[in-house]
């Protein structure tokens, strides 16, 4: 198995359960072992007699054992109309199409106590969407731009007024092409 294809596993899984929410449902033997095939990736040489495709061959049954284990222990995947993101190292960030898909998820929050869990609704994010006009007018002004996290000093370091030029086209030239 590819590192490729054990990734398209693990974002399966991943999509359809919750960002790190997997091993924290499972019994804590199969968490375990499957932590434990995990560090075994993260080495740097292959464990004696293994190949690394068989290391990823077996943390991708690790994951089908663990959806498995889940649902045997009456555990449900994300609603449909959700979308999650770690947006900081164990910090997870989910989007749910309305209000009573967002309850359901805080439902399922409070009894996963483990994990940091923040539960938007679309039409949350689209109020601080509109209250940040600016992040608006990038989009705008580049189509199909991604939002980053900044690059600036830490807040309090750099005056207001220092953080750069006025945001328009013309100010960006490396970023319009060479006939811009």
Same mark, same amino acid.
């Given at each position: 198995m590819t590192p490729a294809e054990l990734d398209l596993i693990a974002n399966k899984h991943e999509r359809e359960w919750g960002i790190n929410r997997l091993p924290l449902i499972v019994s804590p #033997?199969? =968490?375990? $072992?499957?932590?434990?095939?995990?560090d075994l990736l993260a080495a740097d040489y292959p464990p004696a007699g293994k190949t690394w495709e068989e290391v990823r061959a077996s943390i991708a049954r690790g994951w089908q054992a663990m959806a &498995? #284990?889940? $649902?045997? @222990?009456?555990?449900e995947p994300l609603p449909g =109309?959700? =979308?999650?993101?770690?947006?900081d190292k164990g910090k997870v960030f989910a989007v749910a199409l309305d209000a009573t898909h967002k309850q359901a998820l805080e439902l399922r929050a409070v009894a996963d106590k483990r994990r940091h869990y923040s539960v938007?609704?679309? =039409?949350?994010? &689209?109020?601080?969407? @509109?209250a940040i006009p600016l992040v608006s007018d990038i989009k705008d002004m580049f189509p199909g731009a991604d939002?980053? !996290? !900044? @690059?600036l000093p830490p807040v309090g370091q750099v005056p207001r007024d220092d953080l750069g030029p006025n945001l328009q086209p013309e100010n960006y030239p490396e970023l319009m092409g060479a006939d811009a």
């Open positions: #033997d199969l =968490a375990a $072992r499957f932590q434990g095939a995990l &498995a #284990d889940a $649902r045997a @222990r009456g555990h =109309a959700v =979308a999650e993101a770690e947006w938007w609704t679309v =039409a949350e994010i &689209a109020t601080l969407i @509109r939002i980053m !996290p !900044p @690059r």
